[in-house]
């Protein structure tokens, strides 16, 4: 049995499922941008095209190449990767039903919207409208060359994207585009927040719930993008200082070259402990034409008060930090670096003597705690 919706792009088959006493209909694999392949590689996307006839939603559209960090392997998915899925359980409800979109996490280079990990079963045990989806990851979605043919967040202008797609077609599915709530989880919760500060997602959302990261954590913005660029194209057989032979290079590489990318450290005085997140978030240059997800960092403009005024939950999960325990030995291998320990924000406004006295301090700290977790046998908290 199946169901069919008519939609701003064209007909869909969606499928029915069932979850303990619950049956709902899902919806997989639904096109919600232009493929970005070819010419629109690192570029922002561009609307979905539609079809005709009946387009099959049965199954999941492929996920963005990547590093499979939980299976520890490559996927090799697709670079027409811009696809999403929706479950409900009333396409015609009494009331139109709240939405739910969640954002996947995976530090912007591992994840996908796709129910092998994340399913839908939870939620529809109520009455709520579920849509998940997949957005660029690592290089494909978050390259920065600084211009305006690669300004950088390419990744989180799909969300964007997804979010207007949602707005325009959720009432087919029995939900109502006036009660949609974001949430994320790690990357996916730093995405969140992100909406919540950018003019870009303005209005396309009411709710947003946040867990384990934000915007204004170290690790949820790049600093050094443009560098990292670069040291790619070195790494691949590129050695330019010109960002449009670079970029006309890396269009033309093939994507598995661009998938668990490994390069080494920046020199400079204010690196830390997220400079691993090679690609993610950047702050676009204001000064460029077309339209800008972030021109300031995030501490400065909540300071200034510019936040979407919606309700929102912060929180965390219940496994928070397991991720990390698997890179111990180089998190503390990095802890004799100067200045690995201060926060960003705090080293970017403060001397050079401040800020060794204010890591001296964290690192005795930290060695110190640690030693009486290893002596006691007791962990931290």
Not at 72 to 96: F, M, W
Not at 109 to 114: A, D, E, L
Not at 133 to 146: A, H, K, P, S, T
Not at 267 to 296: C, H, Q, W
């Amino acid at each position: 049995m199946s169901y069919v919706v008519q939609i701003a792009q064209g007909l869909l088959r969606g499928s029915i499922s069932k979850f303990e006493d619950e049956t709902y209909c899902s919806f997989k694999g639904i096109p919600y941008a232009k493929p970005p392949i070819g010419d629109l590689r690192f570029k922002a996307p561009e609307p979905p095209e539609p079809w005709e006839g009946v387009l099959d939603a049965s199954k999941h559209g492929p996920v963005c190449p990547q590093y499979n960090e939980r299976l520890a392997r490559i996927e090799e998915g697709s670079e027409d990767c811009l696809y999403l899925n929706v479950y409900t359980k009333h396409l015609q409800p009494v009331q139109p039903l709240p939405v739910m979109v969640w954002i996947h996490g995976g530090s912007f280079y591992t994840g996908s919207g796709n129910s092998d990990f994340y399913g839908p079963e939870f939620f529809m045990t109520h009455d709520v409208v579920l849509v998940t989806f997949n957005y660029r990851l690592e290089v494909l979605g978050f390259l920065c060359l600084d211009n305006e043919q690669v300004p950088g967040n390419a990744g989180l202008k799909d969300q964007v994207a997804a979010l207007h797609w949602i707005n325009r077609n959720i009432t087919a599915f029995g939900g109502d585009c006036n009660n949609i709530t974001i949430f994320g989880c790690s990357a996916g919760s730093a995405c969140t927040s992100f909406h919540l500060i950018s003019e870009m997602s303005e209005g396309l959302f009411n709710k947003a719930i946040c867990q384990s990261g934000v915007c204004l954590n170290d690790w949820s913005y790049n600093l050094y993008a443009r560098q990292r660029a670069f040291q790619l194209g070195n790494m691949l057989g590129k050695k330019t200082v010109d960002e449009n032979e670079l970029l006309d290079f890396l269009k033309g590489v093939p994507v598995s070259n661009l998938v668990n990318i490994k390069l080494p450290p920046l020199e400079g005085e204010d690196m830390d402990l997220s400079d691993g997140l090679l690609f993610g978030p950047v702050i676009e240059k204001a000064y460029l034409n077309g339209r800008n997800f972030i021109t300031e960092r995030p501490p400065d403009l909540i300071r200034k008060g510019h936040m979407a005024k919606l309700p929102l939950i912060l929180g965390f999960t219940s496994g928070e930090g397991m991720e990390i325990t698997r890179n111990l030995e180089h998190l503390t291998s990095s802890l004799n670096k100067e200045g690995y320990l201060v926060p960003r924000e705090l080293k970017l406004d403060l001397s050079p003597e401040k800020k060794r006295e204010i890591d001296k301090k964290n690192t005795n700290a930290l060695l110190s705690r640690q030693n009486n977790n290893n002596g006691n046998g007791r962990r931290s908290d």
